[in-house]
């Protein structure tokens, strides 16, 4: 069944025409078992993020603390909460899983819980997601007298996949797509992980929360093919939202071939968009 919702969301993309000068143009495990003691919020990052930040801070500049590609090293890990679900509920085989975790560079908290890195188009670890906080954040109130050494920048989740196959932490090396693919983006971070295995034809972004959908998001994604995928919900808000926002975005980056699906409308049942489902629930609900 999972086979039969992507080959129609790829069939999609492939037919859907890019919002041009206005919307009306638009054609168409053991781990989860276990006891572990309660962390304030600020303690739950992998101790070896703080011993980074405290290496760096030699040299106190902003844009030092904002290349934290060591911090995804000392706390990548396959031993996270997402990576014991993609085998336990999903099915995932071990290579399906390992996949995932190293395409997105998953980490694991000190808690168990997987932390999603923000890194951007060259390279850089902007910040990270854990549950419902960010690492700066957490940062921020651990060490208060550096907090302003932290400054707190976001891009779409997964963004380092346009311009990276493989990132070479020591030398630096960048390998470009030689075809590129289209580009799906959803909201959550843990749907773009699982949605890069379950429907492998597109490329998986997430925008973690509908706040950080602006328009300068998609500067570093000029020239390629992209659809939206929001949440559905009763009253079509969040599909109406996302069409004013392709369209300001494809008014000021010309190159953009945007759109945003409308699968979730057209599939979804009345008590799904009740519960404002995203296209990875659409799809296990099947």
Same mark, same amino acid.
């Given at each position: ?34 006891? #572990? ?18 290496? #760096? ?88 007298? %550096? ?28 390998? #470009? ?25 597109? %490329? ?19 020239? #390629? ?62």
């Amino acid at each position: 069944m999972h086979n039969q919702v992507c080959s129609e969301i790829v069939a999609e993309v492939k037919a859907s025409s890019p919002i041009r000068t206005s919307l009306y143009e638009r054609e168409g495990s053991m781990w989860g078992s276990l006891k #572990r003691p309660s962390l304030r919020r600020e303690d739950e990052i992998f101790p070896c993020t703080f011993k980074a930040i405290r290496k #760096r801070l030699g040299i106190p500049q902003p844009s030092d603390i904002s290349h934290r590609i060591s911090m995804i090293d000392e706390c990548r890990s396959d031993d996270n909460a997402l990576c014991h679900e993609m085998l336990t509920t999903f099915g995932f085989t071990q290579d399906q899983m390992h996949r995932a975790a190293e395409r997105f560079h998953l980490g694991r908290s000190k808690s168990g819980k997987t932390i999603y890195w923000m890194i951007d188009d060259i390279g850089r670890c902007l910040d990270g997601h854990i549950g419902d906080a960010w690492v700066s954040t957490m940062l921020k109130a651990r060490y208060p007298d %550096l907090a302003h050494y932290i400054i707190a920048q976001h891009c779409l989740f997964g963004l380092h996949q346009i311009s990276m196959n493989n990132f070479d932490s020591n030398f630096g090396s960048i390998s #470009r797509e030689a075809t590129p693919k289209s580009i799906g983006i959803v909201e959550s971070e843990r749907s773009a992980v699982l949605l890069s295995e379950l429907c492998p034809d597109l %490329l998986w972004l997430a925008y973690s929360y509908p706040i950080n959908m602006t328009i300068e998001k998609f500067e570093p994604l000029q020239g #390629r093919k992209i659809t939206l995928y929001p949440r559905t919900d009763p009253n079509m808000e969040s599909y109406i939202s996302f069409l004013e926002l392709a369209d300001q975005v494809h008014r000021t980056y010309r190159t953009i071939d945007i759109t945003v699906s409308h699968f979730l409308e057209d599939n979804a049942t009345d008590d799904q968009k009740q519960r404002h489902i995203d296209l990875l629930e659409f799809m296990l609900e099947k």
